[in-house]
């Protein structure tokens, strides 16, 4: 029998995912995020959306970028709005069963990928802050009285 979206809820709801059924997706929640789960044309998508500063966009695609080079299977884009990221993770499945063993290496990819990306913003916006000189020198960061304690 052929795999529907009243399927992956009734399975959604047996591992207490918490799910919301809508007309066409599920919103369940992945790490106090909301996500999404579409099924359409024997494609099974996972979904997680993140709000995010304009001003870092060009640093959000670049980190996507990145992380996209260390997975295969989860996608990150930033949308054409550059307030929001996307990151899909997208399989055939046909079953039930297939569901079943697909969905939670999904979330699981997601949460991976999140992570992946948050290192690599946070390595961007470091060697951003270096470069336009956001990050106090050493003669800078030393205390104003150079006066040292002899080793003894």
């Not at 959604?12 to 579409?38: K, Q, T």
């Given at each position: 029998m052929a795999l529907t979206l009243r399927d992956i809820f009734r399975c959604m709801m047996e591992d207490r995912r918490s799910p919301i059924y809508e007309d066409s997706h599920i919103l369940f929640g992945i790490?106090?995020?909301?996500?999404?789960?579409?099924?359409?044309?024997?494609?099974?998508?996972?979904?997680?959306?993140?709000?995010?500063?304009?001003?870092?966009?060009?640093?959000?695609i670049e980190a996507s970028n990145s992380m996209m080079l260390t997975t295969d299977i989860v996608k990150a884009v930033v949308l054409d709005d550059r307030t929001n990221i996307m990151f899909s993770c997208e399989m055939m499945c046909d079953t039930v069963k297939e569901f079943k063993?697909?969905?939670?290496?999904?979330?699981?990819?997601?949460?991976?990928?999140?992570?992946?990306?948050?290192?690599?913003?946070?390595?961007?916006?470091?060697?951003?802050?270096?470069?336009?000189?956001?990050?106090?020198?050493?003669?800078?960061?030393?205390?104003?009285?150079?006066k040292r304690k002899p080793l003894s």
């Amino acid at each position: 029998m052929a795999l529907t979206l009243r399927d992956i809820f009734r399975c959604m709801m047996e591992d207490r995912r918490s799910p919301i059924y809508e007309d066409s997706h599920i919103l369940f929640g992945i790490d106090d995020n909301l996500a999404v789960v579409e099924y359409e044309g024997k494609i099974l998508a996972v979904r997680l959306f993140f709000s995010i500063d304009t001003e870092a966009c060009r640093l959000f695609i670049e980190a996507s970028n990145s992380m996209m080079l260390t997975t295969d299977i989860v996608k990150a884009v930033v949308l054409d709005d550059r307030t929001n990221i996307m990151f899909s993770c997208e399989m055939m499945c046909d079953t039930v069963k297939e569901f079943k063993k697909f969905f939670p290496r999904a979330v699981e990819y997601i949460k991976e990928a999140v992570a992946e990306h948050k290192r690599e913003m946070k390595r961007l916006i470091t060697s951003q802050d270096i470069f336009s000189g956001n990050i106090a020198g050493a003669d800078e960061a030393a205390p104003s009285n150079n006066k040292r304690k002899p080793l003894s």
